[in-house]
């Protein structure tokens, strides 16, 4: 059975890689209906190798089909949409060089793709400074959009709101509560926890203890005696990869209630891999097929994504699913494309995500008014879970200092 | 021998003229520049592992020291390019021969792994110093190297300008190389290579040499790294990891150390896969990791190495009935 | 500090530092052997462990064979991978002279092929594996719960190392490996078949790194960056504790292991970071034979 799947899963990216040579290669394919005339194209630099390839090839899946349905319903202003891929191997500067290729070679409307905070700001200097637009449909960094940015848009809520949102949460369901903070030192572990320090200052929250891990640690069992030694009411839990859910095992090893610990953001497979006994522990996301009203884009995406990837989507994949619809209603709204005229389409937008109904604007500097769920894990199986809605909260991007908190 | 004059001229027109032969693909004319800048940074290293046999892992944080220097004296001070290249240059050699000093006592394998001791310990620094090099997240919008026109005017190397400065900076680099390996000390380099504790015993100094070849050799990675960042427009602690560091060794000895044609041979034929390869991005790692299997099993001497060799061995058949031998060619 | 916290932080530092300071430990012995043996600097040591972890966590969890069934699966399967390496990438240059440049180049051709296999498979399926508790629930050391599978970890690593000393030592082979690492020439004199050693020794490394990875799948969670740096905390291991010396890997393993451990208890992770490479770097400069070199 195992080489059977394996086979599968080589059969589905040998496909995808056909897919994706057949569009970059030649014109669009023989469905019925489809649009003609010369493409309108986004450049999708994603991490398609390298250390968190998952998460790149993940969401190119996802704009993928996003790009296929709106081109099997005649494609955008008349022409077809094409989602370029080019792989930035998880490296900034691969990153960068990307963006050029695709400026300079494949003269694409706009950039897109990242799933990485620092490939996404390496893609940024480069936008900004040769005036192409950039829809970055996941990646938290605050810096994405700080002021004076000009040509970029990020559709994620940036990290720093993040931990605003968590220690909302928290005061919702205990004020005055105390909350332990573990986490592996990453740019975007730093940016959240930034975030709840400062507002835990402002809510009354306190901080019982903050413990940070080198990027290659192995094992957290002695930090975690430490949390428990504090008794707090809650345990921000957030490692880097793999070491999050030998982390989370070690926290709940140790007596900690799974009620008590939140982490910031549930990607599928780490929800999977926190497993059964973390059910009844909370955490952060955007997207979730266990949430209430999706529309029919959104279940239609979870079908579609579930049978072509073999596994559920969640945030990630929405999020790029969705900024391929942005980027098409955007053009729609411009009436032509063109780079400025499709920038200052977006500035003005005002409309919702495709899939869940959430209002998508953008203020001035590009960045989304933002918003997230809580969810509360309440059964996890092989390949699936269920969740529930515990929080739901909306800010304005600067209602906290994000750009001086992580600069 | 004309001949050899007039193929060494031919190559080096061919080399000039290429960027404005792809500067309208912008794709393989990046692909070129990027070529180049391997070519300076191949054949800078290969002065140390080929002709002094060192493999010095630490190249690329050598490299990042140049180019984090030249952008932040470019960017934050203002200064030209061309006096912010060499001043990064000066400061990775500097840093190199401090560093690199007390490992160059050891013997082969232990000075690889100082190297990369070296090595990590400097992409951990680059990391942890964001005022000078934007830790992880890296420094971008790096201007192109600018040159200053009589009038208050100046003029941005930009494109193919800046493909053929960098095509320029390659066939200096080999062609300092190449004068040095000719030179008196050049040859001192070999001897130590070959057996150090004979040309220690024959009363020359091993060490200073070795720190000399260190030296020279850190100047390039410094200028490489200097070019690189100004080239890319970005850099990141990541751009100069260990694996940049084996990347470029793995060209000097898959093309072939200790010649000078090696390293270009290698260059040519490693440094443009990534990019060919992007659509497959898959396969990437698994052909460049099978062609080095490959060549570390068949062609032990690199490309170009095997390649002299045989030419060697035919030429010393035939004329070792005259008594001729030509082993001193490098 | 409460007596129940002392206790609590207190079993929590050995029993941590006693797991990771084994695994640490076997993947360095590995190497160490490799190295010790057959001048053999092996850079995709770290691609094997992962190789060990990754099948452990397909036999477990896509075929829900029981992990004890997975592991011995996979060790004993790596016996005839390891032979099969051994005839075509490793034997043909035991005569070589500088065979251990040649190695390393070569194992770093080797460790891209990989990783751009894993990249391509596995990482295409998740971004992290982890396996189910091989032997649910904890026991109780005073205030500390202690997970029964963590229990059987190191249990297990623990005696796999004693093994491999107690053979090492004692046993007719593990004398000859350890004769020929010392000296090869004299080995040839008393009867030793150098290559069969070679082989041998090749295998037993190979076995001893697939054990580590086998066993860190059970106790942890990994993902696919966990290859390079198991290689770098291997090669850090055998030269302080010098090449070809198993003592010396078992004691810098399980000082590494507790360092790893508490460090976050006295210092910043960067400074812990710093400090392995300052400690390699000083062992490199002022006794490259290691500190437990013969």
Redesign the interface.
């Known amino acids: 059975m195992l080489l059977q799947e394996m086979r599968k899963t080589a059969l589905q990216v040998f496909f995808v890689l056909l897919t994706i040579g057949a569009f970059a290669f030649l014109a669009p394919s023989p469905a019925a209906a489809q649009p003609k005339g010369e493409p309108i194209k986004i450049g999708w630099i994603a991490e398609l190798s390298g250390t968190w390839s998952f998460f790149g090839a993940t969401g190119l899946t996802a704009a993928q089909i996003a790009e296929e349905e709106i081109n099997a319903k005649g494609g955008v202003l008349g022409r077809p949409l094409q989602v370029v891929p080019m792989d930035n191997r998880t490296d900034p500067a691969q990153a960068a060089s990307a963006a050029r290729m695709l400026d300079t070679q494949h003269k694409v409307l706009t950039f897109s793709g990242p799933t990485s905070s620092d490939t996404a700001l390496a893609v940024y200097g480069y936008a900004e400074q040769n005036q192409v637009p950039f829809v970055v449909p996941v990646a938290a960094f605050p810096r994405l959009t700080r002021p004076g940015t000009q040509w970029t848009f990020r559709v994620e809520p940036d990290a720093v709101g993040w931990g605003y949102a968590i220690v909302k949460f928290v005061e919702k369901m205990k004020p005055g509560a105390s909350i332990a903070l573990i986490y592996s030192d990453f740019a975007l572990q730093r940016a959240i926890v930034a975030g709840i320090k400062y507002q835990a200052e402002r809510s009354g929250i306190k901080i019982a203890t903050d413990i940070i891990f080198p990027q290659n640690a192995t094992d957290a069992t002695v930090q975690a005696a430490q949390v428990k030694s504090k008794n707090p009411d809650f345990v921000f839990v957030s490692g880097g990869g793999a070491f999050d859910v030998t982390l989370t095992n070690q926290i709940l090893d140790l007596g900690i209630k799974p009620e008590q610990i939140i982490h910031p953001f549930g990607a599928v497979k780490m929800i999977l891999g926190w497993g059964q006994r973390s059910v009844g522990s909370y955490y952060g996301t955007f997207f979730d097929h266990s949430l209430g009203g999706l529309n029919d884009y959104g279940k239609g995406l979870i079908s579609k994504f579930t049978k072509r990837a073999g596994y559920i989507p969640a945030y990630i994949e929405n999020f790029c699913y969705a900024t391929v619809y942005l980027i098409k209603e955007a053009l729609e709204k411009a009436g032509t494309a063109d780079r400025t005229k499709f920038r200052d389409a977006m500035r003005n937008i005002n409309t919702k995500e495709v899939t869940t109904g959430i209002p998508m604007v953008f203020d001035k500097n590009g960045a989304r008014k933002e918003y997230m769920y809580f969810l509360q894990m309440k059964e996890v199986g092989k390949d699936t879970y269920q969740s529930k809605e515990a929080f739901y909260i909306e800010w304005d991007p600067e209602v906290i200092p994000v750009y001086q908190l992580a600069p | 021998m004309i001949f050899r004059r007039a193929a060494v001229v031919g190559l080096v027109l061919l080399a000039l003229l290429l960027p404005f032969l792809l500067s309208a693909?912008?794709?393989y004319a990046?692909i070129l520049g990027v070529t180049y800048l391997y070519v300076l940074w191949s054949s800078g290293m290969n002065l140390l592992s080929g002709f002094t046999g060192l493999?010095p892992l630490m190249y690329a944080g050598l490299a990042g020291i140049g180019a984090y220097t030249s952008v932040n004296l470019v960017m934050k001070f203002g200064v030209s390019f061309w006096l912010a290249m060499p001043a990064g240059a000066l400061a990775a050699a500097v840093v190199g021969v401090v560093l690199g000093l007390?490992?160059l006592r050891?013997r082969?394998?232990?000075f690889?792994?100082?190297g990369?001791?070296?090595q990590?310990?400097l992409t951990?620094l680059f990391v942890?110093i964001p005022q000078f090099t934007g830790?992880?997240?890296?420094i971008?919008?790096i201007p192109p190297p600018m040159i200053s026109l009589p009038g208050d005017k100046s003029f941005a190397l930009t494109g193919v300008w800046l493909e053929e400065a960098l095509a320029v900076a390659a066939l200096l680099t080999v062609y300092v190389v190449h004068r040095v390996t000719r030179s008196t000390w050049g040859k001192y380099l070999v001897a130590i290579r070959e057996d150090d504790l004979l040309t220690e015993a024959l009363g020359i100094g091993v060490t200073r040499y070795r720190v000399l070849a260190f030296f020279i050799s850190s100047l390039f990675a410094g200028v490489g790294g200097a070019f690189y960042a100004h080239y890319?427009?970005?850099?990141?602690p990541?751009?100069f990891d260990v694996l940049t560091s084996?990347n470029i060794w793995?060209i000097v000895?898959f093309g072939g150390q200790g010649t000078i044609l090696g390293p270009i041979v290698g260059t040519i034929i490693l440094a443009p896969i990534?990019y060919i390869m992007?659509?497959?991005?898959?396969?990437?790692?698994?052909v460049?990791?099978?062609?080095?299997?490959f060549t570390?099993?068949f062609l032990?001497r690199g490309v170009y190495g095997s390649v002299l060799f045989h030419r060697r061995n035919r030429a010393l058949s035939r004329s070792s009935a005259q008594g001729k031998t030509e082993a001193a060619r490098l | 500090m409460t007596l129940e916290n002392i206790l609590l932080n207190g079993m929590a530092v050995i029993t941590t530092g006693l797991i990771v300071g084994a695994i640490f430990s076997l993947v360095a012995a590995g190497v160490t052997i490799m190295y010790g043996t057959i001048w053999f600097p092996n850079a995709s040591n770290g691609q094997f462990f992962m190789l060990a972890a990754l099948l452990m966590w397909s036999l477990v969890v896509n075929w829900g064979l029981s992990p004890f069934l997975g592991a011995v699966v996979v060790i004993v399967g790596s016996i005839p991978f390891s032979l099969v390496l051994e005839k075509f990438l490793v034997r043909p240059f035991y005569n070589v002279p500088n065979r251990n440049i040649v190695y390393f180049i070569m194992t770093l051709g080797l460790a891209q092929i990989f990783a751009g296999a894993f990249t391509g498979t596995y990482g295409r399926w998740s971004d992290q594996f982890s396996l189910p508790a091989a032997w649910p629930g904890a026991i109780l050391l005073g205030p500390f719960p202690f997970p029964r599978t963590r229990l059987l970890v190191l249990v297990i690593a623990l005696t796999l190392l004693a093994g491999l000393f107690v053979f090492l030592r004692l046993h007719r082979v593990g004398r000859a490996l350890r004769a020929v690492f010392q000296n090869r020439e004299a080995a040839i004199l008393r009867g030793v078949d150098v290559r069969r050693i070679y082989r041998f020794s090749f295998v037993l490394a190979m076995l001893v790194i697939t054990m580590g990875g086998v066993l860190f799948a059970m106790a942890y969670g990994f993902d696919l960056t966990m290859a390079w740096t198991m290689a770098i905390i291997g090669f850090a291991i055998m030269i302080v504790g010098g090449p070809g010396s198993v003592l010396g890997s078992v004691v810098i393993g399980m000082i590494f292991g507790f360092t790893q451990a508490v460090v976050s208890l006295f210092a910043s992770p960067t400074l812990a970071a710093f400090s392995y490479l300052v400690v390699m770097l000083i062992i490199l400069l002022v006794k490259p034979s290691g500190l437990f070199a013969r």
């Open positions: 693909n912008r794709f990046f493999m007390p490992s050891l082969g394998f232990y690889t792994l100082s990369l001791v070296i990590t310990a951990m942890y830790g992880d997240t890296g971008s919008q890319m427009g970005f850099v990141s990541r751009s084996m793995l000895g990534p992007q659509e497959l991005y898959l396969y990437k790692d698994i460049y990791g099978s062609l080095i299997v570390t099993i032990p």
